[in-house]
Structure formats: C-alpha cells, structure tokens
C-alpha cells in the first residue's frame, strides 16, 4: 500500500469506514466488520453485514466520499513531504 492509500484508509476510518460502526449506504443499513480495503486511490470497499438479511457481503465506499477523501489525503502527504 502506498503512502497515499494508508492516509486515505485513515481518512475514510475518521469518517466512519470502521469496524464496529453502523451505516446506510445505497439505501440499506450496513454494521461494518472491517476497516476499508484500498484497491486504487478511486476503488474502496469495506466488509460489512446487511442489517436486514444478516448476510455479510463486500461494499464500495460511494466515489464522491472517496474523492473528498483523496482531495484531504493528497493535501496531508504534500505537507509532510514539505516538512
């Protein structure tokens, strides 16, 4: 994983991509078993269990929240690599 991809994974945890937490996305509510999975800078999934159906399954992070969370993450690798 890159420098880039891990300050991305972190910033997606501070939004709530984590073990433990609860969620609705795509219209279903989602309790999420894993932290964020980082494939590309645009292609992010999380473990999560369906609250309806009870069945686990793998769910992408929505590319907009994504998007904000490179813009944020670009900015934090860009100054450490100026300090």
């Known amino acids: 994983m890159t420098?880039?991809?891990?300050?991305?994974?972190?910033r997606l945890q501070r939004l709530g991509f984590t073990a433990g937490t609860?969620?609705?996305l795509y219209g279903e509510g989602f309790?999420?078993?894993s932290?964020?999975?980082v494939l590309t800078d645009e292609v992010v999934f999380v473990d999560a269990r369906d609250?309806?159906?009870?069945?686990?399954?793998c769910v992408r992070v929505p590319l907009p929240i994504?998007?904000?969370a490179n813009a944020s993450s670009l900015i934090t690798?860009?100054?450490?690599r100026a300090s």
């Open 35 to 37: 932290e964020p999975i």
């Open 22 to 24: 609860q969620m609705k």
């Open 31 to 33: 309790d999420f078993l």
């Open 77 to 80: 690798v860009a100054m450490k």
């Open 3 to 10: 420098e880039h991809q891990v300050f991305l994974c972190e």
């Open 66 to 68: 994504v998007q904000m």
């Open 51 to 57: 609250k309806k159906s009870g069945q686990a399954r």
